[in-house]
């Protein structure tokens, strides 16, 4: 099974100089939790999560209006994938950068969709699934990854707030 298959293609996004306010705003209108942001030529950039937004106002202690997205997209690496890549490299692209959601780009590295953990578990199946024809991903890939992510990661300590 490929990207295109089951990627969005229906997209949010929005200008790496967008604030944080405003990419909220469109995550809560869009019913997502991910905002790409684009160059002028559609090229995706960087992009913002839910979790960024929350992380980013408190740790750089500004309200969401004052930060942008550039501000917490610029020092991460962006992964991205391809339509008619296969539903396995983007479940390892996913596992080996420990991301939730890719961008796909076309044939000219512009923004075409969106695939993520949830659209893969989505499709996820049982091998019977498989047998009767149902285009299906197997349950036992979809585990492997949804372990990995979600796993808690050592660098991360918890503390308590005062």
Known sequence: MKV???MVTEVA???PQSSLQDIAMLMWNNDCGAIPLIDDEEHPVGIVTDRDIAMGAAMQHKPLWDLRGEDIANH???HCCTPDDSIQKALQL???HEVRRLPVVNQYNQ???MVSMGDIVSFTGGESAKKSGDKKISSKETIELLRHISAHH???KATAIP
Do not use: Q, V, Y
Request: glycine residues 6%.
């Open 4 to 6: 295109n298959e089951i």
């Open 154 to 156: 050592p660098s991360h």
């Open 13 to 15: 996004s929005c200008s």
């Open 111 to 113: 923004l075409c969709g």
């Open 76 to 78: 991460r690496e962006l």
């Open 94 to 96: 996913m596992e080996a």
